[in-house]
């Protein structure tokens, strides 16, 4: 009989109650007790509602207040003696988390210190959207078992469901998500934290626990040899312990890493089947046929439908081979997709039934389940159903639109390079957009005040009709703009009021998406995301950002700057079709918002400014595969972007710390100028300059605008300085490292006048 289990499920809740629940004790709205009880309840109609799916083991461990990398921490002791404030366990974990747990009320007036500390520091869980408390080691680290959340989890399970699996982080990808505070080894840690795992491995065992599933995704990326003996020297030294391990693998192939993962000593191997389906065979034939062979058979990080005959007949063969030995689970951990479709009242039928949440993931894989142990007959209706949704899909006329497929063929090399150099195009911008020497201007955004958020859901909830809508945000324009030519920019923007997120604005005005109500899913902490569906063929039907531009232009001599989403960005914030390369996909994007860059350009637009915040998001694991996906990404910017005439000057955006090791693909995007985020690293990140000769214009953000403080003349000069040690200074632009929208005008104002300030100083020098 093949055996079924999953990774982990959402913790967020299907109306996200854990986060509402975080956010009101955080505020010191409710106590602890009360969130405790929130994730009690949240745990337990997880456990019930897979009751009825007959899995063979019930997941425990893949609950979490903030997140699952920082509760292994504190399960090891390891959180950061700065946190460690008082006796209570879950501020200091939150502490470490935010900075700060609960809110107090304070005292007295000189009371300031409320617990405050400088947070863990966030990163991206490998190629997903999800962000982990990144663990801190020194020489001084050492580890103590701090089982006793595990253990109540475990109760609260075993009190439902005898068969019950901790899920665990290992510890050689614990270490490597780990950064050392100190110039020490990490690795060198290994040993004493082996005695820790072993010492939870035995208490697990007292409490009745046969398997655990132990976590190594780093089995998934390109390691080095010492990286691997690490593997090597864990798995033996904790193959004496009493329990049963199933290690983990996810989110990619195993590739090099493959007879390491087949021969390490434990009793079960659990791989990604979905992204290394074609390793399958190998591995089957690899592992020893007394091991468990669990194969990730559905997509955990998408939110289609499997096609349930097609994964039943593969499977097949290997049953007949392995029988009790062959277990099924979703690729990876359901945390990256949203809870329940059932939830959604108002999405479009057709599309609906193409897609499956974590809830109907479960039920797939149940019906797998059924069909290899029971019979085909036993499901055959529900089979049918799924290959009529599979089939119904592949058909639709709502996908394939046969003109955006054209246009995609024609696609020609010189569909992406501008006219001329971008040293040529400079002299012609210089004399046609006549701009000072170190011009000023913003990201896009202004605060989105109270008033623009309102007039925007009365227009969703048709309170209100278009033309009220029009007025209401002409307003907001204007006043953007006439703010920015009382703060002395160079080069203005409209503000952006109308747009509720940067990909969701262009996701409703375009062909191919749809939207859901409750499809949330958690990014980091409480904070969540809903992106997109993009289910067919993207094209643009009508001019989306034209008016808006056009009339922000109308009010001002300035020029104003137009305000675009990337196709790469577009892309990689949305869920997104998988049946077909997602090159093709984002080469449909980029043809889409194309025709919108040469409408504004048509209209009078001379600057056009084309974010792209996510380029990395996607950048896969192994290295080798990097420069495939930059080639196709850069080439849709391109696309985009250059079919402008020379004297149209292209913008582009992007908020990530990391392009260092892309920046050659950065500049081959050939924007005529780019703003980044530096402030925070002191334009440390700038050192890539001094190798790299950069050959565009650059902004590097002067000043930190997640940070409601005005930022010093002072120190904004110098480190525009800085930055002309290693870029031109005829090739630096003054701006604020993001856009503005979480700000308020009163921090805005002074912040932006100040900046102007700098810039002028910097022009007199
Ligand atoms: N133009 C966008 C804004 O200013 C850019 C946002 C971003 O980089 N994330 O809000
Ligand atoms: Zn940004």
């Known amino acids: 009989m093949a055996k079924l289990h999953h990774l982990g499920f959402p913790r967020i809740g299907n109306k996200r109650q854990l986060k509402f629940a975080l956010e009101k004790f955080w505020a010191g709205d409710i106590t602890e007790q009360a969130l405790q009880q929130t994730a009690t309840q949240l745990r337990a109609d997880n456990w019930h509602s897979q009751q009825k799916l007959g899995f063979d083991f019930h997941t425990v461990g893949d609950f979490s207040f903030y997140d699952q990398v920082l509760d292994t921490s504190l ?75 595990l253990l109540t989890q475990i109760k609260e399970l075993q009190r439902i469901n005898s068969q019950v699996k901790p899920v665990i982080i290992g510890p050689v990808t614990y270490l490597w998500l780990g950064k050392e505070k100190d110039n020490s080894d990490k690795l060198s840690l290994l040993p004493e934290l082996l005695k820790t795992y072993q010492q939870l491995l035995q208490l697990l065992a007292e409490n009745n626990i046969e398997w655990v599933q132990i976590d190594e995704p780093i089995l998934a990326l390109e390691i080095d040899i010492n990286w691997q003996n690490a593997l090597q020297t864990t798995y033996q030294t904790l193959s004496d312990s009493p329990i049963k391990l199933l290690l983990i693998t996810y989110f990619g192939e195993l590739k090099d890493n493959l007879d390491l993962a087949c021969n390490l000593p434990v009793a079960g191997l659990h791989i990604d089947a979905v992204n290394g389906l074609h390793e399958v065979a190998q591995v ?15 997509n955990g990080c998408n939110i289609w439908k499997t096609d349930l005959n097609k994964t039943l007949s593969w499977l097949q063969p290997l049953h007949t081979k392995r029988q009790d030995n062959l277990w099924l689970a979703p ?32 039920e797939e894989l149940s019906l797998l389940g059924r069909a290899l142990n029971d019979s085909v007959e036993s499901v055959f209706e529900q089979f049918t159903e799924n290959k009529l949704a599979i089939e119904s899909r592949s058909r639709s006329n709502r996908i394939h639109n046969p003109s955006v497929q054209q246009a995609v063929t024609n696609i020609s090399a010189d569909l992406g390079n501008r006219k001329q150099g971008f040293d040529a195009r400079k002299v012609v911008q210089n004399n046609y957009l006549k701009l000072p020497s170190y011009p000023t201007t913003t990201i896009g955004s202004f605060p989105q005040t109270n008033e623009i958020r309102a007039t925007r859901k009365a227009k969703r ?55 859901t109500q409750f499809a949330w899913v958690q990014s980091y902490g409480s904070r969540c995301v809903k992106p997109p569906v993009l289910f067919g063929d993207v094209s643009r039907s009508k001019a989306m950002t034209v008016e808006w531009a056009q009339y922000a ?23 997104v079709r998988d049946d077909q390369p997602l090159k093709t996909t984002c080469q449909q994007i980029a043809l889409a918002i194309r025709e919108e860059v040469l409408d504004l350009e048509k209209a009078g637009i001379d600057i056009i400014q084309i974010d792209e915040a996510a380029l990395r998001e996607k950048l896969p694991l192994h290295r080798s595969k990097w420069s495939e996906y930059l080639a ?41 100028v780019i703003t980044i985020e530096t402030s925070r690293s002191d334009m440390q990140l700038l050192d890539v300059f001094e190798a790299f000769n950069y050959p565009n214009a650059i902004g590097p953000g002067v000043y930190d605008i997640h940070s409601p403080n005005t930022p010093n003349i002072d120190q904004m000069v110098a480190l525009m300085h800085k930055a002309s040690t290693r870029i031109p200074s005829e090739h630096l632009w003054v701006n604020p ?22 810039a002028q100083q910097l022009r007199s020098q």
Not at 286 to 291: A, F, G, N, V, W
Not at 556 to 574: C, E, Q
Not at 742 to 755: C, D, F, G, Q, S
Request: hydrophobic share 35%; net charge negative.
């Open 75 to 149: 399960l090891l002791g390891n959180l950061p003696q700065r946190a460690l404030q008082t006796d209570n366990q879950l501020d200091n974990y939150f502490r470490v988390a935010r900075g700060r747990s609960q809110k107090q009320p304070c005292c007295s007036a000189t009371h300031t210190n409320n617990g405050e500390t400088e947070a863990g520091e966030m990163t991206k869980w490998f190629n997903t959207n999800y962000h982990y408390i990144v663990p801190e080691f020194d020489r001084q680290t050492r580890f103590t078992l701090n089982p006793d959340n």
């Open 284 to 298: 089957a034939q690899q592992l020893s046929t007394d091991k468990v062979l669990s194969l990730g058979v559905i």
């Open 331 to 362: 690729s990876s951990s359901l945390l990256h997709v949203p809870v329940d479709l059932n939830s959604e009242h108002k999405l479009d039928h057709e599309v609906k039934n193409w897609l499956a949440f974590a809830t109907q993931k479960l």
């Open 461 to 515: 909830l048709g309170q209100i009709g278009e033309q009220e809508y029009q007025q209401e945000m002409r307003k907001s324009i204007q006043f953007c703009i006439e703010q920015q030519q009382k703060i002395g920019l160079d080069v203005l923007v409209h503000g952006e009021a109308e747009r509720n997120d940067m990909v969701e604005y262009f996701g409703e005005l375009l062909e191919g998406f749809v939207f």
């Open 553 to 575: 232009q109308s009010l001002t001599d300035k020029k104003v700057k137009g305000m675009l989403t990337g196709p790469v960005t577009i892309l990689n914030w949305s869920f």
């Open 632 to 672: 196709w990404a850069i080439e849709a910017f391109r696309i985009t972007a250059n079919g402008v005439e020379d004297q149209t000057q292209i913008h582009t955006h992007m908020c990530y710390s990391e392009f260092n090791d892309i920046i050659e693909s950065i500049a081959s995007m050939d924007a005529d």
């Open 737 to 758: 490292d993001c856009g503005l929208k979480t700000r308020k005008w009163n921090e805005v104002e002074p912040a932006l006048i100040n900046m102007v300030k700098a």
